[in-house]
């Protein structure tokens, strides 16, 4: 008899566990939906905007100084403005961990896709005479979206070479673990306080150093690159040291097993050509 009556009262509690969340789930459901229509209508009145804007720059001689640098303020606002929306909107497509959107996977070699992301990175490290290094220590073949993982890789190079004095160093390695890829982007940047770790990928955050090293950016850079590791069966995670530099660490499964136990090394060094295997 108590058995049952435990057991009642245990299905009670689940029924009115659930009961209870469904409005919170449908709250939720309603604000993504609403998140995403409202970026993609967004989109339009700003590639409006952006165009007009463009089109009177070029033609300067018809504005004074002052004239003009209010256009250039407004150029620069909606240009925030569009890269909001964008990042809004892909994250109100993207699908939660648990379902992850397949259909646009292809086969991706790891080690053509970070020196090519960091040979097009290169003119930007440059500006701050940052050494920007990528080791690929495996050729690591996923399954994924290549876009997107362009766009995850990105995110964390661009933060690393936004967030590191001049003359610093930036470096990126791929190695392979078991079945798994293991991507680090490494940096002697300014760092991340031991309390504030557990926040630098939620939603618009951003760090009071943060804010006072980099003006403009728009705190959703490392929401995104989680979702799209998460998406893709992945994780990342991030250490750091004030002062010393942040290092973040993602991991995605392989499209299959090593050929070789032995690895073959890269070391990619913008400026030096051909490539040349250690």
Known sequence: TNLVTLAG???????????ALEPVEQNFRELKQFTGDASHELRTPL????TSVDVMLKHSERF????YRKLEAIARATEQMTSITEDLLFLARTPGTSQPNQAEWQPLGLHYLLPDLCE???PLAEEKHLNLECRCLAQANVMGNADQLTRLFRNLIENAIYYTHESGNITLRLIQQNNWATITVEDT?????A???GSVFNRFWRGDEARSFRSGGTGLGL?????????????????????VGTC?????PLRQAPKSSRPSTWLFRFGQYPRQEL
């Open 9 to 19: 009262v245990t299905g009670g509690g689940i029924w009115l566990t659930k009961k």
């Open 248 to 252: 973040f660490q993602v991991t995605l």
């Open 47 to 50: 590639t409006a905007i952006k």
């Open 64 to 67: 004074e100084g002052k004239d």
């Open 189 to 193: 940047g300014i760092g991340i306080a």
């Open 195 to 197: 309390e504030n770790l």
């Open 120 to 122: 097009w990175l290169e």
């Open 223 to 243: 929401s995104i690159a989680q979702a799209i590791a998460q998406g893709h069966g992945g994780t990342i995670t991030v250490s750091s040291q004030v002062g």
